[in-house]
Nanobody, 124 residues
């Protein structure tokens, strides 16, 4: 069983950057899990942002491609999400999620483990 904790959220102006971190305990992310970031804005469905596989392969939603970068920090047993050129529409609660290694997926229900979320607010 793996436990996930997100950090790094906050308030930033449009055009700015934030770096979110998803730190795991209980199991080693690198060897066992694919990890993804999702977000949920008020009144909207939770949507996929990015995912990274054990071998480092990544996939991004088109809305964040070129602005967000997902990466593994194996020394910290974490997966980070670097967010650049932020827009007000990026405002949401950001969640990290993990599933056992397999096919890289954008589908929320395929992820077994979730963090509690971290708020990101982008002001115009």
């Amino acid at each position: 069983q793996v436990q996930l904790v997100e950090s790094g959220g906050g308030l930033v102006q449009a055009g700015g950057s934030l770096r979110l971190s998803c730190t795991a305990s209980g199991r080693t992310l690198r060897y066992n899990y694919d990890v993804a970031w999702f977000r949920q804005a008020p009144g909207k469905e939770r949507e996929f942002m990015a995912a990274v596989r054990r071998n480092g392969n990544t996939v991004y939603d088109d809305s964040v491609k070129g602005r967000f970068t997902i990466s593994r920090d194996n020394a910290k047993n974490a997966v980070d999400l670097q967010m650049d050129s932020l827009k007000p529409e990026d405002t949401a609660i950001y969640y990290c999620a993990a599933k056992p290694n397999g096919i890289l997926s954008e589908v929320r229900r395929e992820y077994n483990y979730w963090g509690q979320g971290t708020q990101v607010t982008v002001s115009s």
